[in-house]
């Protein structure tokens, strides 16, 4: 790592395409990637709203230094069928993702004011479709009625986890706050435009977390989005997302639609679904 490393966060709700995101950062041979380490067990309680800087600081450079596999997503610990390796120089970025524990970012913008954050944002009836098709993450004995609204056999009261309808409003709309009060820190990505137009898309987010471009990063793009391993948590496929509406009943999805419309987060619905 270089004298004065940045550190990114990536956030969103879980079955938003945080994995593909993180892997597109991954590709950048300056950034050091580690995958959910708040949920990591070899993390897990290391921070909370109540961390000092110097807590923190230390947490990150711990972060750097792992060897931990599910946090580098490698041999049995990793989800992906397919591990996937790019080649690194000198890393200036420390990039980490996150699906859980998102009541700590707010903490970590006002403590670090050097980090720069992402936050990912899915149509929610796309996020909800893709959770159903992820077996590890909704069981098969589950029903999607009693679940999509406020998953509480995922969430299991845990504030930690962001599942279902209700917390991604939630999240959403933590999303927006974040970007009015640090609108030169924080950014929102929609998942449709990323998918619309990804070369683009990752350029102005590269160039807001100050990572230059990268031809692997570029050629990257190109493989994970030109093909399809059929598995729910690699990340190699042709991201569209017209299916979604398919998995969702009528009503279900006509239920959020209706309850977004007319909101602020009207934005993050996805016209083609």
């Avoid at 980490?96 to 936050?119: I, N, Q, S, T």
């Avoid at 962001?162 to 706050?177: D, I, N, P, T, V």
């Avoid at 998918?195 to 493989?223: G, Y």
Wanted: glycine content about 4%; aromatic content about 12%.
């Amino acid at each position: 790592m270089t004298a004065s490393p940045k550190i990114v966060a990536i956030h969103g709700a879980p079955r938003s395409g945080t994995s593909w995101l993180g892997q597109i950062f991954n590709s950048s041979p300056q950034v050091a990637y580690r995958y959910q380490p708040f949920f990591a067990h070899a993390f897990r309680d290391r921070v909370n709203s109540t961390s000092s800087r110097g807590e923190l600081e230390t947490f990150f450079t711990d972060l750097l230094d792992t060897q931990d596999d599910f946090v580098l997503q490698r041999n049995e610990a990793r989800l992906a069928q397919r591990e996937i390796q790019f080649q690194k120089t000198a890393a200036t970025h420390l990039v980490y993702k996150e699906v859980r524990f998102h009541d700590l970012l707010p903490h970590l913008l006002e403590r670090l004011p050097e980090l720069r954050a992402v936050g990912l944002v899915r149509d929610p009836r796309a996020v909800i479709a893709s959770w159903v098709r992820a077996p590890r993450e909704f069981q098969a004995d589950w029903e999607l009625g009693d679940e999509w609204r406020n998953a509480p056999l995922k969430n299991a009261g845990q504030n930690e986890n962001w599942y279902g309808f209700a917390r991604w409003k939630e999240l959403a709309s933590m999303f927006l706050l974040l970007a009015r009060r640090h609108p030169r820190r924080f950014r929102i990505v929609r998942y449709p435009d990323l998918v619309a137009a990804p070369k683009e898309e990752v350029d102005q987010i590269f160039q807001f977390c100050s990572i230059p471009s990268d031809v692997q990063t570029a050629d990257f793009l190109d493989q994970s989005t030109s093909g399809d391993d059929h598995d729910p948590y690699g990340v190699y496929r042709k991201h569209g997302g017209a299916a979604s509406k398919y998995v969702l009943s009528s009503d279900i999805a006509e239920q959020i639609e209706t309850e977004v419309t007319g909101t602020p987060l009207a934005q993050f619905l996805d016209k083609t679904l």
